[in-house]
């Protein structure tokens, strides 16, 4: 009995389409994968020396870590509308604006005026 292989932390993981699995927040990508191995189930163990090694149907698969690079931290952009600081308003349409004619045709009522 291997004690190494015995006391470590064990999980199930699933290979994605670009050949990662990921564990605790580390993405790992498979080196010399092959299309047969996307979307199927591995065991990534964890051994307490801090090694990690990944198993799939019974044989150990090698692999190395990924790393994103960290998005660059930008300020954040004003509005270009408001660009003079000013509040908008509210829209209050000009005189000769439809809304503002008294046509007593446009009102619900208009044919009871005509009685």
């Known amino acids: 009995m291997d004690l190494r292989e015995i006391l470590c932390l064990k999980n199930i993981r699933t290979i994605n ?8 927040g580390r993405k790992f990508l498979i ?5 047969a191995m996307r979307r199927r189930k591995v065991e990534v163990r964890e051994h307490f020396d801090g090694e990690h090694t990944i198993m799939f149907n019974g044989r150990y698969l ?3 870590e990924v790393f ?3 998005p ?4 954040p952009q004003k509005n270009p509308v408001n660009v003079d600081g000013k509040k908008k308003g509210k829209y209050i349409p000009p005189s000769d604006h439809p809304w503002k004619r008294h046509d007593p045709a446009l009102h619900h009522n208009w044919y009871l005026k005509r009685i």
């Open 68 to 70: 994103e690079p960290k």
């Open 72 to 75: 660059l931290i930008t300020q």
């Open 62 to 64: 090698d692999f190395h």
């Open 31 to 35: 080196d010399n994968a092959s299309i």
């Open 17 to 24: 389409n670009v050949y990662i699995v990921r564990w605790k």
